[in-house]
């Protein structure tokens, strides 16, 4: 994985100051001067008197976020706002980290997008009306930032006792461990807030590791050993970090080495506490059962899993399934029964340009995004088959794309990572070197 640079002449690159905007929908289709509209494909060109409008009827909402200089990584913050929640207004919290150009101008931002409102039309609503927006139902933005030496690669959260912390990967090389808690009461309270700003309150990250000989991407915390988090670097080394009294960690200084290459992403496993998987440059997929030696920790190895680097991976939680993306635009779903076969299951094949990020749906096993530098996201479901009747109709009538392709959602520009939300379904939000995006498709 390429490091990202960051965009220049920012003024809100020291404050990260963000920006929020609704129904400002990218989704696109192509409209003629005569006849109808037609569903366009990113490898579509234009015609002379085509043009893409969006189709507002393909979501339910559709926000979007701008920082000062760009947040590259970022995670969902669980709340206590309940589960499964789907009545309007939204509410959320995220964590990220920009990329500013000037090492010392980097922050940990922690944002509260709130009173997100439902921007799908219904029957027969008056399309002037709902353009007169009321000031009340304008999305809010609220975010308290903490000062990050370097930019941050890669950031990822996670619920230690009633503390949410988050794990960032520096440029400079180092990992640090950031408590929430205060930026958290600051975007949740407005005189708490107004004392954090005057005050310039930045705190410090409660834990520092410096080992890595390098700096990294590859990042994760288990989800059934609280605290207990896996580092890999660009010098192909994973280290295991151990929770322990106080607030600290222990970090085995002992390397798990067997890649040859920059390992670009870690996933726990999400129900077998001592394994995890592991992604590299070298194109390989290993599982690991951290309970062996480091040195004989890799259990099993598909050498070739991709035919370029294999930038991502995401471990369903719900069945034996990992899926993969590489800097060969594909899509790979790996069956963990079979993996020492070294054959996916399925394989598809529709983005142009490297896989960025890849996750699956936190309650539908069958279902995940994916985002590429192709400037798209895509929802994928792999329960769906190609239907018998319609295999023999026109190329006109249907779009030539895998029947399990549910959705494309463009209008960002180099997108980065996308994550859904575990507590509110369908919901998904993407970030890119334009900004975030916040939405919910008719599809998920």
């Not at 922050?107 to 009306?129: A, H, Y």
């Amino acid at each position: 994985m390429e490091k990202e640079g960051s965009v220049s002449g920012e003024e809100h690159e020291e404050t990260g100051q963000a920006d929020m905007d609704s129904d400002n929908c990218e989704d696109e289709e192509m409209e003629e001067e005569e006849g109808g509209n037609k569903v366009y494909l990113p490898d579509v060109t234009l015609k002379e008197g085509e043009k893409l409008v969006c189709d507002e009827s393909a979501y339910i909402f559709y926000h979007q976020a701008q920082t000062g200089a760009p947040c590259l990584s970022f995670d969902i913050i669980p709340d206590k706002l309940g589960d499964k929640r789907e009545e309007f207004p939204l509410t959320f919290y995220i964590v990220c980290g920009t990329q500013a150009e000037r090492t010392h101008a980097n922050n940990v931002i922690v944002m509260k997008m709130s009173n997100l409102q439902k921007t799908m039309k219904d029957s027969g609503e008056n399309s002037d009306e709902s353009e007169s927006e009321d000031e009340d139902d304008k999305p809010e933005l609220e975010s308290a930032m903490m000062k990050h030496t370097g930019g941050v690669n890669r950031i990822r959260t996670t619920v230690i006792g009633d503390k949410h912390v988050a794990a960032s990967w520096s440029e400079t090389g180092k990992v640090h461990i950031w408590d929430l808690t205060r930026p958290l009461q600051a975007v949740n309270d407005s005189s708490v807030m107004a004392t954090y700003t005057r005050t310039g309150a930045s705190p410090p990250p409660v834990y520092t590791f410096p080992g890595h000989q390098a700096e990294g991407f590859a990042m994760d915390w288990s989800t059934t050993t609280l605290g207990k988090l896996a580092t890999g670097d660009c010098n192909k080394n994973i280290h295991l970090w151990t929770p322990k009294d106080g607030g600290t960690w222990h970090v085995d200084q002992r390397p798990y080495s067997a890649h040859s290459a920059s390992v670009e992403d870690i996933q726990w496993s999400p129900n077998e506490e001592n394994v995890f998987a592991s992604c590299s440059v070298d194109k390989s997929i290993r599982i690991w059962d951290a309970r062996a030696a480091p040195h004989k920790a890799c259990m099993l190895t598909v050498e070739e899993a991709h035919q370029r680097d294999v930038n991502v991976i995401s471990w369903n939680r719900h069945e034996p399934f990992i899926v993969s993306g590489g800097d060969d635009g594909i899509l790979r779903i790996w069956d963990l029964r079979q993996f020492q076969h070294g054959k996916a299951v399925a394989v598809f094949k529709h983005h142009t340009a490297p896989i960025t990020s890849v996750e699956w749906n936190p309650t539908d096993a069958s279902v995940f995004a994916a985002s590429g530098s192709d400037n798209q996201i895509t929802l994928w479901d792999l329960a769906v088959e190609k239907d018998s009747e319609s295999a023999g109709s026109s190329k006109d009538e249907e779009p030539d794309v895998p029947p399990q392709l549910l959705f494309i959602h463009q209008g960002q520009k180099d997108i980065k990572e996308v994550h859904w939300h575990p507590q509110i379904p369908g919901m998904m939000t993407s970030t890119a070197h334009s900004g975030f995006d916040i939405f919910r498709t008719i599809s998920v």
